[in-house]
């Protein structure tokens, strides 16, 4: 029987300038993370780990975590 643990892990922590911007970026993006990825906030930081059967399909989840974070960061730290 073949192993169906994932392959490649990465442990990312986001450091942001308040707790609350770093809940507020969290629940912004939390919502499309589908099983394979993991995160909480810890203070002012997102602290994700993100599982992952090839390094191909690390650098996808990867690359979507952070442009969705950076969106996200630009409209929570925009001063009304």
Same mark, same amino acid.
């Given at each position: 029987?073949?192993?169906?643990?994932?392959?490649? $892990?990465?442990?990312?922590?986001? @450091?942001?300038? !308040?707790? #609350?911007?770093?809940?507020? #970026?969290?629940?912004?993006?939390?919502?499309?993370?589908?099983?394979?990825? !993991?995160?909480? #906030? @810890?203070?002012?930081?997102?602290?994700?780990?993100?599982?992952?059967?090839?390094?191909?399909? +690390?650098?996808? !989840?990867?690359?979507? +975590?952070?442009?969705? $974070?950076?969106?996200?960061?630009?409209?929570?730290?925009?001063?009304?």
């Amino acid at each position: 029987m073949p192993d169906a643990s994932p392959k490649v $892990t990465c442990k990312l922590r986001l @450091e942001f300038g !308040t707790p #609350v911007d770093a809940e507020k #970026v969290h629940r912004s993006v939390s919502l499309d993370s589908q099983g394979y990825l !993991t995160s909480g #906030v @810890e203070g002012r930081a997102i602290v994700a780990e993100i599982h992952a059967d090839s390094l191909n399909g +690390l650098l996808h !989840t990867l690359d979507d +975590l952070l442009a969705c $974070t950076g969106v996200a960061e630009r409209i929570v730290s925009k001063k009304a």
